[in-house]
């Protein structure tokens, strides 16, 4: 019998609970040799809405990692702390580790693939990476033979589901994200997804995978969704467009730029068509091409089925952990390998400042053309390097503090 323990029984270790101890293709395929023996939550005593044995539930961590008898331990409590004190434990006590907890991850990718391959266990982590979509195994088998340039994505679920319920369904922000909180698809914290930090960690995680690196979430310019207001939706949509929350990485030799962003695309392109909770992964290798990975990106059942599928594979010893030792230094570029025309919104305290601020603007030798100057300044820029925008918005940012910028997702505005 295989026994696995559970670290955390939330919205993703009860998914994981059930399919093990339900799903019928999962008993037959693992010929009913496989039980949960232990689970660690907070509090033992809280109401959950699933059947299961109370005396499985623990509230200390060695129950579990300091069981001889468990053979895999899954870790999806969430934060960096104990999280990583306790994968480092499991493997230091020959327990193979799957983990769907990003945050810990993208922060000790290095450190866990040392730590299994020091002790010769499995370390998985397919459900970190866009919720159920299997993304991170074939990427991993993509590089064998590819040089990877770009990654490109929708990589988080709530800030897809708020930007459609928003735009589709005029939503408003605060609701939107209840609705998203409720489905189960926010992090404990939904600051993470809406600034955009959960979308950094998880491209880092693909960087590290994709260009044979270890490229860190500091250097990734992150922008969240919080400045889109009602206004600027409306307007994206005269313009053709849809606002999408999207992680990019690009490496030309040596150097990486990565971003997350809000990015103006078509409304009937690739991305403006995902929606909801979904995402969508593209990552372009010389060989293969672009390659799209698509799928639920956040909530319980698909979000466990990436749990059970690397669980799975360490019981069929079907798993190779990447191997990080001969990775290869690229330096982050800042956001300057991005370019695009980008739309301004400014909404000054008073109107009357408009003019000053369009000659601000042309001072800076900005070309633009102004849609409107109203109660709001609104401009679609030429198309400039990212770095540049940053350095305009940081001038503009000591003044004003209402606006919202986004780089179209092409460069043909102006044309
Ligand atoms: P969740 O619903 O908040 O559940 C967290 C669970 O961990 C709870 O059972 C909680 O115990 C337990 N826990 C938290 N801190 C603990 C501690 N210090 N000691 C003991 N137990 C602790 O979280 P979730 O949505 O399942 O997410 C779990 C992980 O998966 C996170 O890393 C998240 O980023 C990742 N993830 C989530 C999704 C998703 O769609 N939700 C998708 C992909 C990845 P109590 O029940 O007693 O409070
Ligand atoms: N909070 C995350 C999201 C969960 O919304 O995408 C999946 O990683």
């Given at each position: 019998?295989?026994?696995?323990?559970?670290?955390?029984?939330g919205?993703?270790?009860?998914?994981?609970?059930?399919?093990?101890?339900?799903?019928?293709?999962?008993?037959?395929?693992?010929?009913?040799?496989?039980?949960?023996?232990?689970?660690?939550?907070r509090?033992?005593?809280?109401?959950?809405?699933?059947k299961?044995?109370?005396?499985?539930?623990t509230?200390?961590?060695?129950?579990?990692?300091?069981?001889?008898?468990?053979?895999?331990v899954?870790?999806?409590?969430?934060?960096?702390?104990?999280?990583?004190?306790?994968?480092?434990?499991?493997?230091?006590?020959?327990?193979?580790?799957?983990?769907?907890?990003?945050?810990?991850?993208?922060?000790?990718?290095?450190?866990?693939?040392?730590?299994?391959?020091?002790?010769?266990?499995?370390?998985?982590?397919?459900?970190?990476?866009?919720?159920?979509?299997?993304?991170?195994?074939?990427?991993?088998?993509?590089?064998?033979?590819?040089?990877?340039?770009?990654?490109?994505g929708?990589?988080?679920?709530?800030?897809?589901?708020?930007?459609?319920k928003?735009?589709?369904?005029?939503?408003?922000?605060?609701?939107?994200?209840?609705?998203?909180?409720e489905?189960?698809?926010?992090?404990?914290?939904?600051?993470?997804?809406?600034?955009?930090?959960?979308?950094?960690?998880?491209?880092?995680?693909?960087?590290?995978?994709?260009?044979?690196?270890?490229?860190?979430?500091?250097?990734?310019?992150?922008?969240?969704?919080?400045d889109?207001?009602?206004?600027?939706?409306?307007?994206?949509?005269?313009?053709?467009?849809?606002?999408?929350?999207?992680?990019?990485?690009?490496?030309?030799?040596?150097?990486?730029?990565?971003?997350?962003?809000?990015?103006?695309?078509d409304?009937?392109?690739t991305?403006?068509?995902?929606n909801?909770?979904?995402?969508?992964?593209?990552?372009?290798?010389?060989?293969?091409?672009?390659l799209?990975?698509?799928?639920?990106?956040?909530?319980?059942?698909?979000?466990?089925?990436?749990?059970?599928?690397d669980?799975?594979?360490?019981?069929?010893?079907?798993?190779?952990?990447?191997?990080?030792?001969?990775?290869?230094?690229?330096?982050?570029?800042?956001?300057?390998?991005?370019?695009?025309?980008?739309?301004?919104?400014?909404?000054?305290?008073?109107?009357?400042?408009?003019?000053?601020?369009?000659?601000?603007?042309?001072?800076?030798?900005?070309?633009?053309?102004?849609?409107?100057?109203?109660?709001?300044?609104?401009?679609?820029?030429?198309?400039?390097?990212?770095?540049?925008?940053?350095?305009?918005?940081?001038?503009?940012?000591?003044?004003?503090?209402?606006?919202?910028?986004?780089?179209?997702?092409?460069?043909?505005?102006l044309?």
């Amino acid at each position: 019998m295989i026994k696995i323990g559970l670290l955390g029984f939330g919205t993703v270790g009860s998914g994981v609970y059930e399919i093990i101890t339900t799903n019928e293709n999962f008993k037959k395929s693992m010929k009913d040799k496989v039980m949960i023996s232990k689970i660690l939550v907070r509090d033992k005593n809280k109401d959950r809405n699933i059947k299961f044995p109370q005396n499985i539930l623990t509230e200390n961590a060695d129950d579990i990692l300091n069981d001889p008898e468990i053979d895999i331990v899954v870790a999806v409590m969430g934060g960096i702390n104990p999280s990583y004190q306790y994968i480092i434990k499991a493997f230091e006590n020959g327990k193979h580790v799957v983990t769907a907890n990003k945050a810990v991850v993208s922060k000790y990718y290095d450190t866990f693939l040392t730590t299994a391959k020091k002790n010769n266990r499995a370390f998985l982590f397919e459900a970190s990476v866009g919720g159920g979509i299997p993304v991170i195994k074939p990427l991993k088998q993509s590089v064998k033979i590819n040089d990877v340039d770009k990654i490109k994505g929708i990589l988080n679920g709530t800030t897809n589901f708020i930007l459609t319920k928003m735009t589709e369904e005029s939503y408003s922000f605060e609701d939107a994200l209840k609705l998203a909180q409720e489905l189960g698809y926010a992090e404990a914290d939904p600051t993470d997804d809406i600034q955009g930090y959960d979308i950094a960690r998880k491209l880092s995680i693909l960087s590290n995978i994709a260009f044979k690196s270890t490229t860190s979430v500091e250097n990734i310019k992150c922008r969240g969704i919080s400045d889109i207001s009602k206004c600027d939706i409306e307007k994206f949509d005269e313009l053709g467009k849809k606002v999408k929350l999207v992680g990019s990485a690009i490496k030309i030799e040596d150097e990486y730029s990565a971003s997350v962003e809000p990015l103006l695309v078509d409304k009937n392109s690739t991305l403006g068509t995902v929606n909801d909770a979904f995402n969508i992964v593209s990552v372009s290798g010389n060989t293969v091409g672009e390659l799209q990975f698509f799928g639920q990106g956040a909530g319980k059942n698909p979000t466990a089925n990436a749990v059970v599928c690397d669980i799975i594979d360490v019981i069929n010893g079907e798993y190779e952990n990447f191997d990080n030792d001969n990775k290869k230094v690229i330096d982050s570029a800042g956001a300057k390998l991005f370019e695009g025309s980008y739309y301004l919104r400014i909404t000054p305290e008073n109107k009357q400042q408009i003019p000053n601020l369009i000659d601000f603007l042309l001072n800076k030798a900005l070309k633009f053309k102004i849609c409107e100057q109203d109660e709001n300044l609104i401009i679609i820029t030429e198309a400039i390097r990212a770095d540049k925008m940053e350095n305009l918005v940081e001038l503009l940012n000591t003044e004003h503090k209402n606006y919202c910028y986004a780089r179209f997702d092409d460069n043909k505005i102006l044309a």
